[in-house]
């Protein structure tokens, strides 16, 4: 029984042969593979570091929000006397 085999299956397997297998999944270029490298970690990266930016903005923006609630009702008990409450004009 005859085995027909082609060229290129032989280049193939004679390629596959050269590399060991753990090391046919890098690129073959260095640029490649600093891209990758850079998809991998450097945008996850940046985009933590975006989500972390501003988060920190919105606590620091609520945090002087609520220092101005707090002193404005300081203020309302010191000149009127009535714990910050508000008048209301019900009838």
């Given at each position: 029984?005859?085995?027909?085999?082609?060229?290129?299956?032989?280049?193939?397997n004679?390629?596959?042969?050269?590399?060991?297998?753990?090391?046919?999944?890098?690129?073959?270029?260095?640029?490649?593979?600093?891209?990758?490298?850079?998809?991998?970690?450097?945008?996850?990266?940046?985009?933590?570091?975006i989500?972390?930016?501003?988060?920190?903005?919105?606590?620091?923006?609520?945090?002087?929000?609520?220092?101005?609630?707090?002193?404005?009702?300081?203020?309302?008990?010191?000149?009127?006397?009535?714990?910050?409450?508000?008048?209301?004009?019900?009838?």
């Amino acid at each position: 029984m005859a085995v027909a085999v082609s060229v290129g299956a032989l280049e193939e397997n004679a390629f596959n042969r050269s590399a060991p297998s753990h090391l046919m999944a890098l690129p073959p270029d260095l640029i490649t593979l600093l891209a990758a490298l850079f998809m991998l970690f450097g945008v996850p990266l940046i985009l933590f570091s975006i989500v972390l930016l501003y988060t920190g903005y919105v606590r620091y923006d609520a945090e002087q929000y609520l220092e101005e609630l707090e002193a404005e009702a300081e203020e309302g008990v010191d000149e009127h006397g009535d714990e910050g409450v508000a008048e209301s004009n019900d009838q």
